[in-house]
């Protein structure tokens, strides 16, 4: 069954459910647990879940607890004919886990910003204890991101950068970076392996390998859960992928530096696209807001990630003879 079939055969389970006025604190209660399974609102009463064994135990647990505390519920399982579509659904799930996303990464740079003011033995103590309450976070959230939104690589590779600094590794600097794939002979003639649903810094990595690593670079979009990682292979903005997120870094800043490519105009659109997709203003780059909402259009036009990847190269290229000619 081919992606397309999967997405047009998408399940949901809806808890439809009503709840007594009172106690108050019932309610919040619930709503509590909804948001604890990754539940998300389709109506204010009606909420959905993809279907599968796990989520269906979710909703009959819940369906039990709201009927025991004097409310009315039932489950039932879905396929959306008409007015939301399953893909406008799944955003509504991507929107939920980007936003929790958002949440740990505000907090890793808040630690991050803490440390550098104060690098004592104490500090690191501290924000080793407050990095394992944010991993166990992070751990819940991954654990309900049903169809792995853009936001869990960022604060991973912010997680794991805060990690080797308080351990004292200096897996932040350059030499770090630098993989033992580090020149761009060793880069040719492999098959680039990345998660469907391209954004800013996938496309932009697929326009950096096909422009300036290998131009005859085979790129590949695979699910983000559930795929088996095959040797020889190269994994971009993936999870455990060889050029993802490394601490306060993107994936395309990542793969600059580890394919040795030194060139000003590229730094230049690394940093745009650090800001676009760390949302953290690092560089201040004022080109940043206008690219995003080109890329975001493009995605919105083109459903298929090869044609994301081929209508971006055009921004790309366009800003890299910009950068190549500017003056001063």
Known sequence: MNEEESQQEQRW???IHQLPTKPAY???KIWRRLQGIGAVAMKSTVYALPANAETQEDFEWLLKEIVEGGGEAMVCEARLIDGLSDAQVRALFDTARDEDYEAIAKEGRALADSLAASDTPEKRAEV????GRLRKRLAEITAIDFFCANGREPVEGLLSGLEAQVAEEKAM?????RAPANARGDLKGRIWVTRKGVHVDRVACAWLIRHFIDPEAVIRFVPGKGYVLKDGELHFDMFDGEFTHEGDRCSFEVLLARSGLADPALQAIAEIIHDIDLKDGKFGREEASGIAHLIAGICLANAEDEQRVAQSAAVFDNLYHYFRTKRG
Do not use: A, D, K, P
């Open 26 to 28: 019932f309610r919040v």
């Open 128 to 131: 080793r204890t407050q990095l």
């Open 13 to 15: 389970l809806l808890l």
């Open 173 to 177: 600097t350059e030499t770090s970076i």
